[in-house]
């Protein structure tokens, strides 16, 4: 499966932006799927998952309550709304998949990754 993630760009504190990770050449619906991101200078952190399924997401602690993954089986597109944006929440995403019976917040359990779109979020 190939993956392309879009929808960064720049926006200011409290603000909300959605990213899309467009699938092809599989059906997305068959990966457990993930976001991650990276700050300048700092290690790759998961941010949120959903099951192969959708019937599971799971979110780490700094995004959770903002932030909502879900999927689109129909476009093949899975999605990351990310909502009351904070600084801290500058970083470059990354869209992942693989075939996994459960999500996972482990990146070394993906092997597949789009580029990355960067969020940028600003006073």
């Known amino acids: 499966v190939q993956l392309q993630a879009s929808g960064g760009g720049l926006v200011q504190v409290g603000g909300s932006l959605r990213l899309s990770c467009a699938a092809s050449g599989r059906a997305v619906s068959s990966y457990a799927t993930a976001w991650f991101r990276q700050a300048p200078g700092k290690e790759r952190e998961f941010a949120a998952a959903?099951?192969?399924?959708?019937?599971?997401?799971v979110y780490a602690d700094s995004v959770k309550g903002r932030f909502t993954i879900s999927k689109d089986n129909a476009k093949n597109t899975v999605y990351l709304q990310m909502n009351s944006l904070k600084l801290e929440d500058t970083a470059v995403y990354y869209c992942a998949a693989d075939h996994l019976f459960l999500t996972d917040s482990d990146d070394l359990q993906y092997h597949y990754w789009g580029q990355g779109t960067q969020v940028t979020v600003s006073s």
């Open positions: 959903i099951s192969w399924s959708s019937s599971s997401t």
